[in-house]
């Protein structure tokens, strides 16, 4: 089955403590995304990689790393957590990054910084 | 500035009955735009996209959307609401002009709640 699997869907951490979150897909793309959902702010992209080895700052990257040194592969890491970072997390990959394909979602990873 | 407005934070609507959900965007090129559905506890699923054509667009579900070009709108469209369909609906645009690298810009989610 074609999908997008995130590990874990809850964490709860104390600030700075560093965490990874992973992201895994089963179906070749080459593009894949980090996104962070807020209440009342929609989605709002971290990072994204059009490829291996490619990646890029989204609309709010501080705080967070990324790495991509596998196709299938995209984890997300926190190096020192903050309140503020308390967050739905969702993880998401495209055949490419060209403009008409859609994305396929993992299913979130719930994270509070406490 | 590159936006999405979904105004509406929430719509409510009786089984049976027709529902719309509203979008509106601003880009600096032509638009690609797309609508996802996000289920309770669960990632956001596609459910259709406009690139070019007719302006009426048919998706999953017996979802359709409509894209106005003179009013910068895509609204979401179903004749008939089932109560299945509460969820939290998204609607993105894809800016395909200049320097944008055609991320999606996504608006904040309006909720849908059907009533029986």
């Known amino acids: 089955e074609a999908q997008v699997t995130q590990n874990p869907r809850y964490l709860i951490t104390v600030t700075g403590k560093k965490l990874t979150v992973t992201c895994s897909q089963n179906?070749?793309?080459?593009?894949m995304s980090w996104y962070r959902q807020d209440p009342g702010l929609g989605l709002r992209q971290i990072y994204y990689?059009?490829?291996?080895?490619?990646?890029d700052k989204g609309d709010v990257p501080e705080g967070y790393k990324v790495s991509r040194k596998e196709k299938r592969n995209f984890p997300l890491i926190l190096e020192s957590p903050s309140p503020n970072q308390t967050s739905l997390y969702f993880c998401?990959?495209?055949?490419?990054?060209?403009?008409?394909?859609?994305?396929?979602f993992g299913s979130g990873t719930q994270l509070s910084v406490l | 500035a590159q936006s999405v407005a979904q105004p509406e934070d929430q719509v409510n609507v009786a089984e049976g009955n027709p529902l719309t959900v509203k979008c509106t965007y601003s880009v600096s090129g032509n638009p690609y735009l797309f609508w996802y559905v996000q289920y309770p506890n669960r990632g956001l699923q596609f459910l259709l996209k406009y690139i070019t054509g007719d302006n009426l667009v048919k998706g999953s579900y017996g979802f359709e959307a409509e894209f106005n070009k003179s009013q910068t709108s895509f609204h979401l469209k179903k004749p008939s609401a089932l109560v299945s369909d509460s969820a939290l609906y998204f609607c993105?645009?894809?800016?395909?002009?200049?320097?944008?690298?055609?991320?999606?810009?996504w608006g904040a989610g309006t909720k849908l709640i059907i009533k029986p």
């Open positions: 179906m070749n793309h080459e593009y």
């Open positions: 990689s059009m490829n291996v080895e490619v990646t």
């Open positions: 998401a990959s495209g055949r490419t990054q060209q403009a008409l394909e859609k994305l396929f």
């Open positions: 993105a645009v894809r800016d395909i002009a200049g320097d944008s690298n055609y991320q999606l810009i």
